[in-house]
T-cell receptor, first 114, second 111 residues
Framework: EDQVTQSPEALRLQEGESSSLNCSYT??????LFWYRQDPGKGPEFLFT???AGEEKEKERLKATLTKKESFLHITAPKPEDSATYLC???????????????FGQGTILTVHP | DGGITQSPKYLFRKEGQNVTLSCEQN?????MYWYRQDPGQGLRLIYY???????QKGDIAEGYSVSREKKESFPLTVTSAQKNPTAFYLC??????????FGQGTRLTVV
């Protein structure tokens, strides 16, 4: 069964203090790994898709990387508006044209203090 | 504008009542998903559907039911058998080679 574990559960940073969030996963065959940002009371907002080990994607202060066992979301010089819950999810190969389950981790609650 | 719409935003259920949450998408996506989120928790999969008239149980399907009569629609019924239904419910859709798009959620409260 697919498993996704995110760490830490919560992270408090000072504005400008760079750090990384971890997403460890176990999946029989990875079609894609997604990163989302979620604000309180809202639906998750898509950030990145990573497909293969070694792939990296960047958007403003965020950079996502992928290995065969884990993904990292690096946050460089964060600002208070980066405060949110960050979720990762794995999308496995399900055979043929099947979409299969989309399994999420528990999320990391990021708080950036001014 | 293409997107995914959930309604209502807030829903109150009395003990013993069934309630239905609506999810509609106009993205022409084949797959649709229902998740439950409890405070401080991640998303747990309730049901998902990959094609019209077909759906599969997720990890926490007990006390819930779904239908997929149209490609655009995937309503979720929370039955009286669900003993702890108070939660935030999220619907998502996914197409071929796309990420999952989410609605804005329905907050269900038992009164």
């Amino acid at each position: 069964e697919d498993q996704v574990t995110q760490s830490p559960e919560a992270l408090r940073l000072q504005e400008g203090e760079s750090s990384s969030l971890n997403c460890s996963y176990t999946v029989s065959g990875l079609r894609g790994l997604f990163w989302y940002r979620q604000d309180p009371g809202k639906g998750p907002e898509f950030l990145f898709t990573l497909y293969s080990a070694g792939e990296e994607k960047e958007k403003e202060r965020l950079k996502a990387t992928l290995t065969k066992k884990e993904s990292f979301l690096h946050i460089t010089a964060p600002k208070p508006e980066d405060s949110a819950t960050y979720l990762c999810a794995v999308h496995p190969y399900a055979g043929g044209t099947s979409y299969g389950k989309l399994t999420f981790g528990q999320g990391t609650i990021l708080t950036v203090h001014p | 504008d293409g997107g995914i719409t959930q309604s209502p935003k807030y829903l109150f259920r009395k003990e013993g009542q069934n309630v239905t949450l609506s999810c509609e998408q106009n993205l022409n996506h084949d797959a649709m998903y229902w998740y439950r989120q409890d405070p401080g928790q991640g998303l747990r999969l309730i049901y998902y559907s990959q094609i019209v008239n077909d759906f599969q149980k997720g990890d926490i399907a007990e006390g819930y039911s779904v239908s997929r009569e149209k490609k655009e629609s995937f309503p979720l019924t929370v039955t009286s058998a669900q003993k702890n239904p108070t939660a935030f419910y999220l619907c998502a859709s996914m197409g071929d080679r796309t990420e999952a798009f989410f609605g804005q959620g329905t907050r269900l409260t038992v009164v």
